[in-house]
């Protein structure tokens, strides 16, 4: 072999050599930048799986189930006469016209009223160291609270006789009622689910509005499957989710009893019934002189 042939063999080998020598350190850096690529990459994962373990978790575990609430637009369609001396605590439409629970001691009552007149058909007077509260109706049987007696009642619907009395460990506020539960609420903020005939606790429902307990419920409605639910003291109407409590929305009634027709003795809005005929919304106040016809400005 001739230097020149030994040459022309290897020069090329040299070359790749020489060449793969000078590109060791770049091949070598491949898998090199590729780690920190990827330590990069995971850096973040890293970094972030504790964090989501640990604060992530706890700031938003809470807000997670946070229903907001909604204010929901309504108007007032008809008004109906009231009497003025009703002390308004439950409020139930059947067949055409309404039952009511009046309040206040010694003036305590459960009547029938004429719709639209707000004649009292029937009224029978309660005890009068007993203050009248929620109202409910299931079957025939009328069923009233009071409020700090720990007493509730329960009434022929058709000729007001007395059936029975019935004894619960809280005050008495207000009364409705789902298919299957009579549901309570005693001032707090939990509503009280109980079988309609022995009176015992099914269950318990915490009511929370923007992920906050929502004490002084007062009188309720069930409608089409939402407890509405007036805020004592307030001219709030809360919708609650009969599953998880939390408010989905609610009414701000200010003003729905006009300065024009207010005498001064008038108490806060208190009643709700609803005509599931006819989808008809009726609100009502202590001492107010009439019933209020209301429709949401917007689908429910
Ligand atoms: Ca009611």
């Known amino acids: 072999m001739t230097t020149s042939r030994f040459f022309k063999i290897l020069g090329p080998a040299a070359v790749l050599l020489f060449a793969g020598w000078i590109a060791r350190p770049m091949l070598q850096g491949v898998p090199i930048q590729r780690d920190i690529a990827q330590a990069q990459s995971n850096a973040p994962v890293e970094a972030t799986a504790p964090v989501e373990a640990t604060a992530p978790v706890e700031a938003t575990a809470p807000t997670r189930n946070v229903v907001a609430a909604r204010e929901v637009a309504w108007q007032v369609v008809k008004s109906f006469p009231h009497d003025p001396n009703a002390f308004l605590q439950g409020l139930v439409w059947h067949d055409g016209g309404f039952y009511e629970s009046t309040g206040l001691e010694g003036r305590s009552t459960l009547r029938r009223v004429e719709f639209p007149s707000g004649k009292v058909l029937r009224k029978r007077d309660l005890p009068p160291d007993v203050f009248g509260e929620g109202l409910a109706l299931w079957g025939d049987k009328l069923i009233q609270l009071t409020w700090q007696s720990h007493v509730g009642y329960v009434w022929n619907r058709r000729n007001f006789q007395l059936l029975r009395r019935w004894n619960y460990p809280t005050e008495g506020w207000g009364l409705t009622n789902d298919d299957k539960n009579l549901i309570l609420s005693d001032g707090s903020d939990t509503l009280f689910f109980l079988d309609p005939q022995t009176f015992a606790r099914v269950r318990e429902l915490k009511v929370t509005m923007n992920g906050r307990a929502l004490p002084y419920l007062n009188e309720l409605e069930w409608i089409d499957g939402e407890i509405w639910a007036n805020v004592w003291q307030t001219d709030r109407i809360v919708r609650i989710d009969p599953r998880s409590g939390a408010v989905r929305s609610f009414?701000?009634?200010?003003?729905?009893?006009?300065?024009?027709?207010?005498?001064?003795?008038?108490?806060?809005?208190?009643?709700?019934?609803?005509?599931e005929k006819t989808r008809r919304i009726f609100v009502g106040g202590k001492l107010w002189p009439r019933i209020f016809q209301i429709e949401l400005k917007e689908a429910a």
């Open 251 to 275: 009414l701000n009634l200010s003003g729905v009893l006009p300065t024009s027709l207010r005498n001064g003795q008038e108490d806060v809005l208190n009643g709700i019934a609803y005509d």
